[in-house]
């Protein structure tokens, strides 16, 4: 599977609970389209969340974001990590 790195804009004020909800929400069904969600970081000033995953592809990660709630603005594959 392919590591993918997604980023939603416009969260600004996003708060740590916020965060973790979005997240729980992408874990619970990720199976579904057999991603799986390793890690979200957020910037509360700019407004800007990234997520890490690994999944088959690029629209499977969007299918979950958007049936979670949260689309992604943009989504990256990650080919090489060291």
């Not at 590591?3 to 740590?16: E, K, L, N, P, S």
Request: proline share 5%; charged share 20%; with cysteine.
């Amino acid at each position: 599977m392919t590591q993918f790195m997604d980023v939603h804009h416009g969260m600004a004020g996003i708060t740590a609970e916020q965060l973790m909800h979005a997240h729980q929400a992408d874990l619970a069904i990720e199976k579904q389209e057999g991603v799986h969600f390793e890690k979200a970081w957020a910037d509360p000033a700019s407004g800007t969340v990234y997520c890490l995953s690994q999944a088959p592809s690029a629209e499977a990660v969007q299918r979950i974001h958007e049936r979670a709630g949260h689309k992604a603005d943009e989504i990256h594959p990650v080919p090489l990590s060291v």
